[in-house]
């Protein structure tokens, strides 16, 4: 049934290659996307670190003020104390503000400037514990040089009676 003569069917012949298809609509925003997103990262990061950065520097600013502030205090700390019970210039500050040397008034003429009364106003302005107070108030003349210390505070003390109660306070590290 089938002719031999018969021409075999023309095949549609292939378009030649064509110059490069435009990229579909979907791929030209991955790009964009991509570098932004990158973008994004890169300066979150980047900001993060400058803020670490400022933060830092901030809270060392603020340590070194508040260190110097307690330094300062320190320093005053006993000519406050010497002013709070009206002893200005009886009692002798020495050290940079750091000694505080009370001569307690004895029996004997010219022993010292420092009544029991007063210097149990100094010893309640330092923070002195009862404990502390008890002690330099039982300490005897053959008991020798006392101390005691709390805070950052140390104080040695001796008795006679004539010459009366004298204290040593220091503040320490």
Not at 80 to 88: H, K, W
Not at 133 to 147: F, H, I, P
Request: negative net charge; hydrophobic residues 45%; contains cysteine.
């Amino acid at each position: 049934m089938s002719n031999i003569n018969e021409q075999p069917l023309a095949q549609p012949e292939t378009p030649p290659p064509t110059a490069a298809r435009p990229a579909p609509a979907r791929s030209r925003w991955v790009v964009p996307l991509v570098v932004g997103a990158a973008s994004l990262l890169v300066g979150a990061a980047a900001g993060s670190a400058v803020t670490a950065v400022v933060i830092g520097a901030a809270q060392r600013a603020d340590a070194a003020a508040m260190a110097e502030a307690a330094e300062q205090a320190k320093s005053t700390f006993f000519s406050d104390a010497a002013s709070q019970c009206n002893l200005d210039g009886v009692v002798e500050i020495a050290d940079e503000g750091r000694t505080m040397i009370v001569d307690g008034e004895g029996e004997d003429f010219g022993s010292g400037d420092v009544s029991f009364s007063d210097l149990d106003c100094i010893i309640e302005a330092v923070g002195a514990p009862a404990s502390v107070k008890e002690l330099m108030y039982s300490t005897r003349s053959l008991d020798g040089r006392q101390s005691g210390e709390w805070d950052d505070i140390s104080a040695s003390w001796t008795y006679h009676p004539d010459d009366g109660l004298d204290t040593i306070f220091e503040i320490v590290e």
